[in-house]
């Protein structure tokens, strides 16, 4: 009898743990997610039919919130964009301000890195293929798409880069958290 009120009391107690763990778990990732963009990544959503969560799951795995941030590969700023993509986005917008310096203002780099994702969901139809695209290139991509090894239908099914499989799986995940913590309808 004392034996199963010990185990009673035992799982009562890690019943208990687990739920404010979850809690407590729950209001660290809201603190690891700065919503400092709010304002710029609601217009620039609004303006290119890009979803929030879409645009701050790539901030995240892109530069983890840090407008200086800059890759071995020259991609600048909160979304990581290279300054010859800006340059390039910059001439199909007939925007003239292309100096790359200015993909460290965040307000621009989100517009941009967000136009870009419009122009790249246009293109593939699917969010997944987007952000392959938005990781390893366009040119590669729509490469894959004619490779029965990696498409189906017209629809990746398999990305060959194992850096461009893990990165679309992280954007996905952290989309799915953004929805969890911020965007779900309570």
Known sequence: ?????????ILIASAILAFFWTKIDTAIEK?????????TVEKCAEEHSVPKEIIFAVIKTES???SDAVSSKGAIGLMQMTP?????????NSDDANNPNLLYT????????????????????SWETALAAYNAGPTRV?????????????VLTNIPYKET?????????????????????K
């Not at 009898?1 to 009391?9: D, G, P, V």
């Not at 997610?33 to 709010?38: I, V």
């Not at 490469?143 to 029965?148: A, D, G, I, R, S």
């Open 84 to 92: 010859e993509t800006f340059t390039w986005l910059c001439s199909k």
């Open 64 to 66: 983890k919130f840090k």
């Open 31 to 39: 603190k690891s997610h700065p919503t400092e963009y709010l304002e």
């Open 106 to 125: 965040p307000e621009i780099n989100i517009r941009y890195g967000v136009y870009y994702l419009d122009m790249l969901y246009s293109e593939f139809g």
């Open 142 to 154: 729509r490469e894959w798409l004619k490779n029965p090894e990696y498409s189906e239908n017209g």
């Open 165 to 185: 499989r893990e990165y679309v799986q992280k954007v996905m995940e952290a989309k799915d958290k953004y929805i969890e913590l911020y965007f779900e309808e």
């Open 1 to 9: 009898m004392k034996k199963t009120l010990t185990i009673i009391a």
